[in-house]
């Protein structure tokens, strides 16, 4: 008897239980499918019956939205010593006088419970056991429906992608090598802003954009700064949401205005390689840690090593500093990881297959695809080609 059910068995009737505010957490929400910006909770007694506790004004939206046996608000359940005046803490005691109600003795939650309701609900003598993976198994397998709405968000990850690359590939260089775009420098920062721009006329934001170039890109995750100059690779990595679905799209390309360096070449084939071993081993059954196995065997092939650059890294220094990939939905980055000692894929999963060389001198390529793992492969969500020119 596993410690869940020995609870059970002691305590009588038993629940499942998320709580927090459905815009910010991605677990609760994909419960609801509902947006709201207060706090709300969501209790699945063991007989199967759903209680969803909303804010007062929220619940005729609610009603149409939200598949429940009973949604209601927080007066509805309101303890012997009234509710607070805190929206968030009426809410957390309106979930411990419905379980009281209803003669819980025991909860189960996901990793998400804010630890103000978890604290009130074990003042009140509720055992409380946290599963780690609740709410986020199911969040894993997406059905046509959810596939549909990512392609969407891709879609426009993939027009702003483009729109960028070609406005640097196309960029005329002063004397020194500095883009120009209207009569000023073109910088990372204004990439950034007209990619924000372009995708909020289309539905989405972004947290933010990655226009990296040297000696930025040699960090993977700078978002980059200042003037972009000619004869250097350029990472754009852009991974907005919809805010209609609030799914994400995720993509990295590179670009190049002029000539190419030899080892850019060399590092982009490497990486395009790479890509193209991680998408081949991608299918159901399989690891994570197998399809980051598979990627890296390409990239040590042509002779790159995966490691964080040292504080003193010499001028050639160049590596893979990250794993493969991840999975992405409803949050940037989720679980299963493509990375050592991943656990294994089910159909379904969105996952990115992203790996990329960092070079101190010529800075970073990365190459970014966003596939639905299946039973036989993946079905790749990009079209956008991969190369470094783009005029």
């Known amino acids: ?17 998320m709580a927090g505010v459905p815009s910010h957490d991605m677990n609760l929400y994909n419960k609801l499918r509902f947006q709201a910006h207060d706090p709300a909770a969501w209790i699945q007694l063991d007989s199967g019956r759903t209680i969803v506790i909303l804010r007062d004004i929220e619940i005729p939206r609610g009603k149409k939205i939200i598949l429940a046996d009973r949604i209601a608000a927080p007066a509805e359940f309101t303890p012997a010593q009234g509710l607070s005046g805190d929206r968030p803490i009426a809410t957390a005691q309106a979930v411990v006088e419905c379980l009281k109600q209803e003669g819980v003795r025991s909860c189960t939650t996901d990793r998400f419970l804010p630890f103000y309701v978890a604290e009130m609900i074990q003042h009140a003598g509720i055992t409380l056991m946290m599963d780690v993976g609740l709410g986020l198994r199911e969040r894993r397998a997406k059905d046509a429906e959810t596939i549909e709405l990512i392609r969407t968000v891709q879609r426009e990850t993939e027009v702003a ?47 933010g954009n990655i226009v990296a170039q040297a000696p930025h890109a040699f960090d993977c995750h700078n978002p980059g700064t200042g003037e972009l100059r000619t ?25 190049v205005q002029g000539d190419v360096p030899s080892e850019v070449i060399r590092m982009h084939t490497a990486v395009a390689a790479a890509k193209g071993a991680g998408i081949a081993a991608l299918r159901a059954a399989t690891t994570g840690d197998a399809v980051h196995a598979a990627t890296m065997r390409v990239i040590e092939a042509h002779g790159y090593s995966r490691a964080l650059a040292p504080i003193d890294a010499p001028a050639g220094f160049c590596s893979m500093q990250h794993g493969t990939g991840h999975a992405i939905g409803l949050d940037t980055k989720e679980s299963p990881l493509l990375e050592v000692g991943a656990p294994e894929l089910v159909a379904g999963d969105c996952v990115t297959v992203e790996p990329g060389l960092y070079h101190k001198t010529f800075g970073g390529i990365r190459l970014e695809d966003m596939l639905i793992v299946t039973d036989s492969g993946s079905m790749n969500l990009n079209t956008l080609h991969e190369g470094l020119t783009w005029t």
């Open 1 to 17: 008897m596993n410690a869940h059910q020995n609870a059970q068995s002691k305590s009588g009737t038993h629940a499942k239980i």
């Open 161 to 207: 992608i483009e729109m960028a690359c070609v406005l640097i590939a196309r960029a005329k260089a002063d004397a020194q090598g500095v883009l120009m775009h209207q009569g000023s420098a073109l910088t990372a920062e204004r990439v950034g802003e007209m990619i924000d721009a372009h995708l909020l006329k289309r539905g989405c934001i972004t947290p």
């Open 231 to 255: 004869g250097l690779p350029i990472i754009v990595d852009v991974f907005p949401r919809s805010r209609a679905s609030l799914f994400h799209g995720d993509c990295t390309r590179c670009v």
